[in-house]
Nanobody, 126 residues
Framework: QVQLVESGGRLVQAGGSLRLSCTASGRTNSNYVMGWFRQAPGKEREHVAANNLSGTNTYYADSVKGRFTISTNIAENTMYLDMNDLRPEDTAVYYC???????????????????WGQGTQVTVSS
């Protein structure tokens, strides 16, 4: 069993930066797929980024490409989402999620992820 605890969300001005962290308790391995999702009020959950914990594969949604970076510190079982040049449309609750089966081809599908963080609120003011 794995538990994910997120932190780092807060209010920030447009153009600013934030680092979200997601720490996993329990055993993980480098084949796991880590995904970041976000959900704004009244909108569907949106896939933002993914990697496998070894870092050999990464993926970004077009809406964040070039601004967000996903990374992993396997030794500390912590995953990060670095967000730069934040925009008001990035305002949402951000969730990390973990797929222990390593289904990279389905990384955008929320249903493949077994474990989810509690969510952290990111608010970008204009």
């Amino acid at each position: 069993q794995v538990q994910l605890v997120e932190s780092g969300g807060r209010l920030v001005q447009a153009g600013g930066s934030l680092r979200l962290s997601c720490t996993a308790s329990g055993r993980t391995n480098s084949n796991y797929v880590m995904g970041w999702f976000r959900q704004a009020p009244g909108k569907e959950r949106e896939h933002v980024a993914a990697n496998n914990l070894s870092g050999t594969n990464t993926y970004y949604a077009d809406s964040v490409k070039g601004r967000f970076t996903i990374s992993t510190n396997i030794a500390e079982n912590t995953m990060y989402l670095d967000m730069n040049d934040l925009r008001p449309e990035d305002t949402a609750v951000y969730y990390c999620a973990l797929d222990p089966r390593g289904r990279w081809g389905s990384r955008r599908d929320p249903s493949i992820y077994w474990y989810w963080g509690q969510g952290t609120q990111v608010t970008v003011s204009s």
